[in-house]
């Protein structure tokens, strides 16, 4: 059941009490966004089909979300729609490109309108991008002006480096310092990147006045690189490196952080942002809607032959 709390506070210079409704939503459903395949990540290429790595969805559903997988390649009333419907939205890392028609970034493009739209008007978004999704956020961010830096921070597990805006954030100011012990000491975080947001870059385009980054990194040349950031007002989050993959991927050759620690720095990652979606009330009008959105209508299939994902989904474009 969804919990209604009722925060009341006295306006003492008129004598009146207003009453503002928060909502618990303890049912919360998030939009994971597909993207098409890039002819090197995947030799069986078929242009038809999109796909979503299953350890996004692991990752959310672990920490007591379930999710609806969101197509490229649909009209922007279907975006609406499904962010009117659901309580957040993920988007995931990747090889997409940005200026692919149909692909990925043109429906991050709808989805972060929509969800723009509706934080502006006070209905709380919570929207999380990693890696190529904490990239086409900030692309987003900064209409659609490509400005990343080329980088290499590729198959390395780094701790973070963190600025002193990062306790008060609303990602880490409440993360328990052994949280935050182990990200800044330990090699937790997976980073498997060739671009990277320098602070030239958010400066240059006046994303600063909006975002705050909490952390940084540098890459194998020295080049220092934005590896976590905020929006100031509304719940959007940007990652740089990969918690999913700490907890779910097992790709032979590749740096995925199995420790004990790694693994609870990243269920925080997830508890956080499934905890902003249990803020924002959306739900699909009746639930047969609801049934046929739900990820459970697709296969995971077993894909650690022919891609670095243990499992994804695939669906027809
Ligand atoms: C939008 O949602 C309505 C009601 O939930 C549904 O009838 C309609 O088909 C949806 N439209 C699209 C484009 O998804
Ligand atoms: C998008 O859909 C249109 C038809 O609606 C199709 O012609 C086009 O090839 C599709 N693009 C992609 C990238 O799948
Ligand atoms: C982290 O990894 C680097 C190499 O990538 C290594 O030099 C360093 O010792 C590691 N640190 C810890 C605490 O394991
Ligand atoms: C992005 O940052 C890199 C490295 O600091 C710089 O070379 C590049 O010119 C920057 N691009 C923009 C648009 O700021």
């Given at each position: 059941?969804?919990?209604?709390?009722?925060?009341?506070?006295?306006?003492?210079?008129?004598?009146?009490?207003?009453?503002?409704?928060?909502?618990?939503n303890?049912h919360p459903i998030i939009?994971?966004?597909?993207?098409?395949?890039?002819?090197?990540?995947?030799?069986?290429?078929?242009?038809?089909?999109?796909?979503?790595?299953?350890?996004?969805?692991?990752?959310?559903?672990?920490?007591?979300a379930?999710?609806?997988?969101?197509?490229?390649?649909?009209?922007?009333?279907?975006?609406?729609?499904?962010?009117?419907?659901v309580n957040g939205?993920?988007?995931?890392?990747?090889?997409?490109?940005?200026?692919?028609?149909?692909?990925?970034?043109?429906?991050?493009?709808?989805?972060?309108?929509?969800?723009?739209?509706?934080?502006?008007?006070?209905?709380?978004f919570p929207?999380?991008?990693?890696?190529?999704?904490?990239?086409?956020?900030?692309?987003?961010?900064?209409?659609?002006?490509?400005?990343?830096?080329?980088?290499?921070?590729?198959?390395?597990?780094?701790?973070?480096?963190?600025?002193?805006?990062?306790?008060?954030?609303?990602?880490?100011?409440?993360?328990?310092?052994?949280?935050?012990?182990?990200?800044?000491?330990?090699?937790?975080?997976?980073?498997?990147?060739?671009?990277?947001?320098?602070?030239?870059?958010?400066?240059?385009?006046?994303?600063?006045?909006?975002?705050?980054?909490?952390?940084?990194?540098?890459?194998?040349?020295?080049?220092?690189?934005?590896?976590?950031?905020?929006?100031?007002?509304?719940?959007?989050?940007?990652?740089?490196?990969?918690?999913?993959?700490?907890?779910?991927?097992?790709?032979?050759?590749?740096?995925?952080?199995?420790?004990?620690?790694?693994?609870?720095?990243?269920?925080?990652?997830?508890?956080?942002?499934?905890?902003?979606a249990r803020k924002n009330a959306h739900k699909?009008?009746?639930?047969?809607?609801?049934?046929?959105?739900?990820?459970?209508?697709?296969?995971?299939?077993?894909?650690?032959?022919?891609?670095?994902?243990?499992?994804?989904?695939?669906?027809?474009?």
């Amino acid at each position: 059941m969804r919990n209604t709390v009722v925060l009341c506070f006295m306006l003492s210079v008129i004598g009146q009490c207003s009453c503002v409704e928060s909502t618990t939503n303890n049912h919360p459903i998030i939009g994971v966004l597909a993207q098409e395949k890039v002819l090197e990540s995947d030799p069986q290429l078929n242009t038809h089909v999109s796909y979503i790595a299953a350890s996004y969805v692991k990752f959310l559903e672990g920490a007591g979300a379930r999710i609806v997988p969101i197509m490229i390649n649909k009209t922007d009333k279907y975006y609406e729609n499904i962010t009117n419907h659901v309580n957040g939205v993920l988007l995931p890392g990747g090889d997409a490109q940005f200026d692919a028609p149909g692909g990925y970034s043109e429906a991050g493009r709808k989805l972060f309108d929509h969800a723009m739209k509706m934080n502006q008007a006070g209905d709380y978004f919570p929207v999380l991008g990693i890696c190529l999704g904490f990239e086409l956020l900030t692309f987003l961010a900064a209409n659609n002006v490509e400005h990343r830096a080329r980088c290499f921070s590729y198959n390395e597990a780094l701790p973070l480096q963190f600025t002193g805006s990062f306790f008060t954030s609303k990602l880490f100011g409440n993360a328990p310092s052994s949280t935050i012990g182990i990200l800044g000491k330990e090699n937790v975080t997976a980073n498997f990147h060739r671009y990277c947001l320098t602070e030239k870059n958010i400066t240059e385009l006046h994303l600063d006045e909006e975002w705050q980054f909490m952390t940084t990194n540098k890459d194998s040349d020295g080049l220092k690189f934005i590896s976590s950031l905020e929006h100031k007002n509304y719940p959007l989050y940007g990652l740089q490196f990969h918690p999913e993959k700490n907890i779910y991927e097992w790709k032979k050759g590749k740096v995925h952080p199995h420790s004990a620690n790694a693994i609870r720095v990243s269920q925080y990652f997830a508890n956080f942002f499934v905890n902003e979606a249990r803020k924002n009330a959306h739900k699909f009008p009746i639930e047969p809607e609801e049934r046929i959105h739900l990820i459970y209508n697709y296969p995971a299939k077993y894909t650690i032959d022919r891609t670095v994902f243990e499992q994804c989904y695939e669906f027809e474009i």
